[in-house]
């Protein structure tokens, strides 16, 4: 039987770590804020073209800081696209000063494609693929996608999304990979952001894939500590939001094209997402346009490496290395940018609460 002496200490018991859970997110909020809005400059060279390199982790490659992401081009997920008209586009962002795409196993036809065009071209190019776990044996399907990438090795190998309770095995594997001089450097991409301190408590990988975006800041921004000490390459996906911080879909915008992945968002999510999206159109008077403001968010932290963006065709070549390589957005913008983030609830508040009494009930 519980006595009222007891639930009384209970009670404050709760009460005192909730206060202090709350004080603890307050100045966390407060440290994520001056980290999310003091602007550096992380390029260490600019090309002719105007493209910007930054350093890839610790790894000692360097990257163009607007990545190829190839998953339109080797299949439907963003709709039909052609052969051809992929390796044009290819041929176009190498002409920008484009050196790093990323690949996978499960894009469909990419890696073949990508395998077409890195002939007689290969050591111009940083090539990232990742291990999807179709096939139990990662180094035979390795060895699989370097015969259909026509390349000996590859720069950035990844487990595509964190493999769960069996994930010791494949990173065990990864190290060999990259012992064997298959590999430079390992990773994972990550599906659930809150991996992010698992992989970093990895220290033998050498980065990780994320999404950063206007609309998705956390938890990214709330480790921004760790990433400045452990030096990670990163490798931000989806600073678009599937296209809806381009600035060009409305909120009865339909996608009629079932094999388009966005055809499966019902209309209140669509209208849901352009409203949200709406909020950060004050940043086209600094940067000309919401893609590039979109794309520079992510690339206005120094602890990202490259920005991938999606590409199939020669007109989005020109928009996304072109258009997009360029200055950090300024203090004031990144200020505002947070204000409207909080103001979605999006950034970090009630999140950072969350994550500091899970950890206390976790001791």
Known sequence: MVNRRG???????????AASAWAMTRRLEAEVERAATIVHDPVIAQMKSGMRLREFGRTGMTVSEVGFGSWAIGGEAYGQVSRQESLLALARAEELGCNFVDTAMVYGDAEQILGEFLSGRRSRWIVATKYSGQ???LERTLEEQLTRLKTDYVDFYQIHWTPGRDEEHLYDALYRAKKAGKVRA???????EQDIDRVLDHTQLDGFQVKLSLLDPYPFVARLGRLKASRPAVVIRSSLREGFLTGKFHKDTQFDDPNDQRSKLSREQIAQLVQDAERFRFLEAETGSMVVA???YPLSF??????ILGTKSVS?????FGKVPGSPLSTAALQ??????KALGLHPGRRLLTDYIRRIIQR
């Open 302 to 307: 120094p602890e990202v490496s490259t920005v």
């Open 294 to 296: 979109a794309a520079r």
């Open 135 to 137: 096939k139990p044996d």
């Open 316 to 320: 989005q070549a020109d928009s996304n």
């Open 336 to 341: 505002q940018v947070f204000r409207e983030q």
């Open 7 to 17: 639930v009384l200490y209970s009670v404050g018991a709760v009460g005192a770590v």
């Open 186 to 192: 390992v990773g994972v991409s990550l599906k659930n």
